[in-house]
């Protein structure tokens, strides 16, 4: 019995001591990973917190960056609002100037228009006028007074010729021709003929038109002269000398 205790405690023995030995190498083998876990924690702890520090930094620096853009994109807005508020103004100032330039010329055109239209109203009224003076001068006189009036109006027209100074006078042309209110008696033709080859040296002879409307007297071309001695002229400037009295009139 003791010889197996002898036996059995020193084999006992022996096996607590590397169980011991065991267990203190796999504690120390523990402690050593642990330790090592925990450094590599730590480790990881520093990385993740120079990581949380770069990102914050990344945050900061993209917020300024994003503050910046932002001031700047504000500062090129308000730039383009003050710039489109101008260019507004500078169009609706031009847009005004063409429309007080063209209120202007329109005023201008209707006082132009207003000018033409009393211009030709005028003109109607004294066409009119003579063409009444004409109806009253049907209506009045019959036909013989109106061939002894014509007879007066040639007579006062040869007399007149008779006057003047041929030589101040060129005829530029040897054609000639005569519209007369009714047939030019022949007496006249004569007389008339030889003023004309005496003032003129024109050896022409009086073939007229006739042409009622000139209500008594003659028109008569030489070459560019014209020389209207009818009534219906005379009618005409009474017309123009009574638009003059009327227009003095007034002033």
Do not use: W
């Not at 003791?2 to 011991?20: C, D």
């Not at 004294?126 to 001068?137: N, P, Q, R, S």
């Not at 007074?145 to 014509?150: A, P, R, S, W, Y």
């Amino acid at each position: 019995m003791q010889e197996t205790l002898s036996i059995v405690i020193p084999i006992a023995v022996v096996h607590i001591v590397v169980l011991a030995v065991l267990v203190l190498v796999v504690r120390q083998l523990l402690l050593g990973d642990t330790k090592k876990a925990v450094g590599r924690i730590h480790e990881v702890e520093t990385e993740v917190r120079k990581k949380e520090e770069s990102i914050r930094r990344e945050i900061d620096e993209h917020e300024k960056a994003f503050d910046k853009q932002k001031a700047t994109a504000e500062a090129e807005l308000m730039r383009h609002k003050n710039e489109s508020e101008k260019e507004v103004a500078d169009l609706k100032e031009t847009m005004l100037a063409d429309a007080k330039k063209e209120s202007a010329l329109i005023i201008e055109m209707a006082h132009k228009n207003e000018e033409k239209f009393r211009a030709q109203l005028t003109q109607e009224v004294e066409e009119k006028a003579v063409h009444y003076g004409a109806e009253i001068f049907h209506l009045v006189f019959s036909e013989c007074m109106g061939k002894e009036l014509h007879r007066q109006f040639m007579k006062e027209l040869l007399d007149a010729l008779s006057e003047i100074d041929g030589a101040n006078i060129t005829i530029d042309s040897d054609t000639s021709e005569f519209i007369a209110s009714y047939h030019i008696d022949d007496d006249q033709k004569g007389q008339f003929e030889a003023i004309l080859k005496d003032k003129f040296g024109l050896d022409v002879t009086v073939d007229e038109t006739i042409d009622n409307d000139l209500l008594a007297g003659m028109v008569f071309k030489l070459g560019s002269l014209e020389i209207d001695a009818s009534l219906r002229n005379r009618y005409i400037e009474a017309t123009e000398e009574v638009k003059k009295m009327a227009h003095q009139a007034t002033v």
